[in-house]
């Protein structure tokens, strides 16, 4: 139940005990004379004190729960879908909750979003399974996939600190869905800034290819591969 609703439930109840305190002491007062008519007197006025009061803080508390959910409403907005999820409306008997969430990096200068699923190397699963949340899942044989089958994302070890896996930048992907021999499959290069460089943050391949040939960074070619599905890039998205 509702705050409003509780509210105005509460007010119905105190008028209808009002209603019967009333009935009850114009009862007394019909049939009883004297001391116990002085006493139906005193009664009524004590009712319609605490009567009155009892009103008018229902009242204000009617006002105060309205205003209070004016302003959440107003500053605290929840999508109908986010809320169905909340409350468990939103989701049916065996439908699937708590999926991975996406994870941002980089891609020709713009943003992409991104989910990890599986990794062919141990740590490396279980370091994306503390970073994401959901269970990253190991597939070895993803190592054996032929390079012609696989796309390239560049994970930094050191630079710009950000929420890259490795506490640094986010990814840089070498390709986005549309792009000729897009794959989700990727091979994992490894990316650091040489001492006294000046690190900045990279958004593109043709970035970290420049670096490198700049003398900036240097590349470590590794033998992870990770399933990296991409859901939306610069200009599309699933």
């Known amino acids: 139940m509702g705050g409003s609703q509780a509210a105005l439930v509460a ?8 209603v019967v305190l009333m009935f009850t002491l114009g009862a007394a007062v019909a049939g009883a004379q004297g001391v116990v008519t002085r006493m139906a007197d005193v009664g009524t006025v ?8 009892i009103m008018i803080g229902v009242g204000l508390w009617l006002v105060v729960l309205a205003a209070g959910a004016n302003v959440f409403a107003r500053y605290f907005p929840v999508h109908p879908e986010a809320m169905g999820q909340m409350t468990g409306m939103g989701q049916s008997a065996g439908q699937p909750g ?8 980089y891609a020709k200068g713009g943003e992409v979003w991104f989910i990890h699923t599986e990794a062919s190397d ?25 390079d012609r089958l696989l796309g390239t994302v560049f994970v930094f070890r050191s630079g710009v600190r950000g929420d890259g896996p490795m506490g640094f ?21 490894l990316v650091g800034w040489r001492e006294g460089q000046r690190a ?12 490198t ?5 240097d590349l470590e070619r590794s033998a992870i591969v990770v399933n990296m599905p ?4 610069p200009g599309g998205r699933r």
């Open 98 to 105: 708590n999926l991975a969430p996406p994870v941002r990096g």
């Open 169 to 189: 930048q986010p990814d840089v992907f070498d390709s986005v869905p549309g792009d000729p021999g897009y794959t989700p499959l990727r091979r994992v290069v």
């Open 122 to 146: 141990a740590r490396v699963a279980e370091m994306l399974t503390r970073m994401m949340g959901p269970k990253v899942l190991l597939v070895p044989s993803l190592g054996e996939v032929p």
């Open 230 to 233: 991409i859901l939306v890039w």
């Open 200 to 211: 900045r943050v990279l958004r593109s391949a043709a970035e970290v290819e420049r670096a």
């Open 213 to 217: 040939r700049d003398g900036a960074v």
């Open 11 to 18: 007010f119905g109840l105190a008028g209808l005990a009002l």
């Open 46 to 53: 004590v009712v319609k004190r605490w009567g009155g009061r």
